[in-house]
């Protein structure tokens, strides 16, 4: 009887702890999401928390794996406003060692680098060609007219910038550049194309921006029916300058953009800014990267980087991959010179401390498809933020749908929309969305639902999540 007693009690007490059985509205609305036809046979987890207690109100698989994609991000972008603060700048220094006599740089020119993913970034609205022009003015003010050693990036260590279970047909396109010491323009090289007019007829490669020097391509993308979508990929590792361009591109277009990947851009900067020193009548001859900084190293000219709350919103807003991973160097690496790969045992320690001690988490952005997290992770996560910061700085950080960036078009015209904050986490068989909702008590609850594994459309896939959402916020 007694043995009876304590089973009944510890019944008692899992269904109370679990909400699922004493909210048969929520129940009845994960039943009808789960019927979605593309989410009969997929892996469904969600976790749904009180931010005020922190309780886990809801949950179904919420303690399972899931690859999270680009939901990831979250945990790089409220770490560095949790470790570094809103205002932190990443600072990159142009400056010389050596001696200037005559007009003449006895010496080395030296970019010195810091990492920073914005540099130059048409997102930020920077121009890299600008900031080059500042720097020559800089140069000629300092009456620098030959430069008689080497003009050189002094980076931080070596670092390959692409984890290593990156999937090869990303890492040579505009979102699979990984972040290197020295980022511009994005990271990007973009190609234009010209296709035919008939469907199988080969394409021509008409130009690049930026012009690299010594980057060899080779163009096999086809021409596909008027219409149909941009399919085409460059196939390249980091530090390739030979680059194979795949796929095809819609009939009919004179110059059509291929958002390519910029190989190597800590040494593509040097061959452009060498380019502009030499128009500029300012003699240089060799370029290099180093690995160090000079000892004696005179900076003559600083550029600093927007706030760092500017550049995680930005990473958030619209997913950029490469600013995500300059977040993961910054906290991770820091100031210890680089050595190759990201270390992912020191990821998984620094992580250990908000709750990720379970999670598997091999890259900075959520490109990796070896990433694992859970649910009850993410919205305890973001509990966490919330007692660490306030609701109103972790709201700004993240995308408000209706407003922000690619949450502009979660809920599209549903009056709940407003009420509203999430992280949008897509890759192929993937849709995740991670974030905040204010419910109809007038309570705020993280949630995290991950569909991983399903096969159909991401769009049929985001209505459901989006339906059923609605419903959990008018019933809680």
Not at 220 to 245: M, N, Q, W
Not at 265 to 273: G, H, N, Q, R, T
Request: overall charge positive.
């Amino acid at each position: 009887m007694r043995k009876l007693l304590i089973f009944l009690t510890v019944l008692f007490f899992s269904f109370k702890i679990d909400a699922q059985a004493d909210k048969p509205a929520l129940i009845k609305a994960l039943s009808a999401f789960k019927k979605t036809p593309a989410l009969k046979q997929a892996h469904i987890g969600i976790s749904i928390r009180d931010l005020q207690n922190g309780q886990e109100v809801f949950q179904w698989h919420a303690n399972q794996n899931f690859v999270p994609a680009s939901n990831l991000k979250l945990l790089y972008t409220f770490a560095a406003i949790d470790q570094l603060g809103k205002d932190y700048r990443y600072k990159t220094e142009l400056g010389y060692s050596g001696k200037i006599v005559n007009k003449i740089l006895f010496g080395d020119l030296i970019i010195k680098t810091s990492g920073d993913p914005s540099f130059g970034s048409k997102r930020m609205k920077e121009d890299y060609r600008q900031l080059m022009a500042e720097m020559v003015s800089k140069l000629r003010n300092s009456e620098i007219k030959t430069i008689n050693g080497r003009m050189i990036m002094a980076c931080n260590g070596w670092r390959y910038p692409a984890a290593g279970s990156w999937p090869v047909e990303d890492i040579g396109n505009y979102y699979g550049t990984g972040a290197w010491d020295f980022n511009f323009n994005d990271n990007r090289l973009d190609l234009f194309l010209k296709s035919g007019h008939q469907v199988g007829e080969p394409t021509h490669l008409i130009k690049t921006e930026p012009v690299v020097p010594g980057i060899t391509y080779i163009n096999k993308v086809l021409t596909a029916e008027p219409g149909s979508d941009d399919e085409a990929y460059i196939h390249a590792a980091p530090f390739d300058t030979t680059r194979f361009i795949l796929g095809t591109i819609p009939a009919g277009k004179e110059a059509f953009r291929v958002k390519g990947g910029m190989p190597n851009p800590p040494l593509s900067f040097l061959k452009l800014f060498k380019q502009e020193l030499l128009a500029n009548h300012i003699e240089v001859k060799n370029i290099a990267l180093s690995y160090a900084l000079p000892s004696d190293f005179k900076p003559l000219w600083s550029h600093y980087s927007k706030p760092l709350i500017d550049l995680v919103k930005y990473t958030n807003d619209y997913s950029i991959n490469h600013f995500s991973e300059a977040l993961a160097w910054l906290l991770i690496q820091g100031e210890t010179p680089a050595k190759g790969y990201l270390d992912k045992k020191a990821i998984h320690q620094f992580f250990s401390s908000y709750g990720f001690q379970k999670a598997d988490i091999e890259d900075g952005s959520g490109l990796a498809p070896d990433n694992l997290v859970q649910p009850a992770q993410m919205t305890a996560f973001l509990k966490l933020m919330k007692n660490k910061m306030g609701i109103k700085t972790v709201l700004a950080i993240l995308p408000h749908a209706g407003v922000d960036g690619y949450a502009k078009y979660f809920l599209k015209n549903n009056p709940l929309q407003s009420q509203v904050w999430l992280k949008s986490g897509s890759v192929s068989k993937v849709q995740n969305y991670t974030g905040i909702f204010k419910a109809k008590s007038g309570h705020f609850y993280s949630f995290s639902i991950m569909t991983n594994n399903f096969i159909g459309k991401h769009k049929t896939v985001k209505k459901a999540i989006e339906k059923l959402l609605s419903e959990y916020i008018s019933i809680l």
